[in-house]
């Protein structure tokens, strides 16, 4: 059996359509379809079924294809294990992470991480999508869930705490909220998400309430909502370490402390495709961002400053 034939097979199955396993490959798509119907061919079997939209494998397909990310993962093993002796550690890693989270905390830890590690290739998005991480290519991604997609390899990295807040100048002049109730009354600002419904869950013992969302100023950029929280525009409804600076210092006051708030969920999550090779260069990251998580954990640093530790976010 040629092996490369069986390596396509493996970006076809992961792509799930010929035309991004064509993209990937830098080859047409006709190309690809006639190396997979030589394939099945040789082996006088069918090795996938083709729909107008998707392509998923047989028994045989899956078969062959577990044995094909067995022959990639070693391949780029060797690979690996050549050239650091050549080069040392080196590689790329395209991760992606949530645009307030990544913004205003993970950007400070990851220079450091270039600092301590300046041939590895990083490659950052900022993004708040949780899709399927092979369509964009990424070997990694941080995300704020309620629980991880079942399909994906998750470590949870902390828990996320919402919090009410206003700038003090804005609390000497207006009432903070003192029920939930009181967020629909007030001038809100806080982070929205295109295409999904805005909506706060909130805890306090056995009590819980989900309650729907109007903001006065809604925004992805956590940047823009913490400049507007400083500025009085209203009453601020977003992580804790937008403001854990004002807050330490007394600038920014907060409401509702005893309820715990979520809005797109209260865990942070590494997560990674089950089947994808873990390169030399994803593993130190990966072991790089654990660590800082248990630094956080156990300092409970949240200043989001320029050390290298993990906000409860």
Not at 191 to 214: D, K
Not at 299 to 304: I, K, V
Request: proline fraction near 4%.
């Amino acid at each position: 059996m040629d092996v490369n034939a069986l390596l396509l097979l493996v970006d076809i199955v992961e792509a799930g359509n010929l035309s991004q396993a064509a993209r990937k490959r830098k080859m047409s798509r006709a190309n690809i379809s006639y190396h997979l119907t030589q394939l099945e061919k040789s082996l006088g079997q069918q090795l996938v079924r083709r729909t107008t939209r998707r392509i998923d494998p047989t028994e045989a397909g899956l078969r062959l294809y577990r044995h094909g990310c067995v022959i990639r993962d070693e391949l780029q093993a060797a690979q690996e294990s050549v050239a650091s002796l050549r080069e040392g550690l080196h590689g790329s890693v395209r991760l992606a992470v949530p645009t307030g989270f990544g913004q205003l905390v993970m950007s400070h830890w990851l220079i450091e991480f270039k600092r301590q590690h300046p041939s590895i290739r990083l490659e950052l998005l900022f993004d708040n999508r949780v899709d399927d991480l092979l369509r964009d290519e990424v070997d990694l991604a941080i995300r704020v869930l309620s629980e991880p997609p079942p399909q994906l390899i998750a470590r949870e990295l902390s828990r996320m705490r919402h919090i009410v807040c206003a700038s003090r100048q804005y609390a000497d002049e207006h009432p903070l909220p003192t029920r939930l109730e009181d967020l629909a009354q007030v001038p809100l600002i806080t982070s929205n998400v295109v295409g999904r419904a805005l909506r706060v869950s909130a805890y306090r013992g056995e009590e819980r309430h989900e309650i729907a969302l109007q903001p006065t100023l809604a925004s992805e950029n956590f940047q823009f909502l913490h400049e507007a929280i400083l500025a009085g525009l209203g009453v601020g409804l977003v992580p804790d370490y937008v403001v854990a600076r004002e807050l330490a210092t007394g600038e920014v006051v907060t409401g509702l402390d005893d309820w715990r708030l979520s809005i797109f969920g209260s865990r942070l999550f590494l997560l990674r495709m089950p089947d994808r090779y873990e390169t030399l260069a994803t593993r130190t990251l990966i072991d790089f961002v654990l660590a800082q998580a248990k630094a956080w954990a156990s300092t409970g640093d949240q200043a989001g400053s320029s050390s290298t530790t993990l906000p409860n976010c």
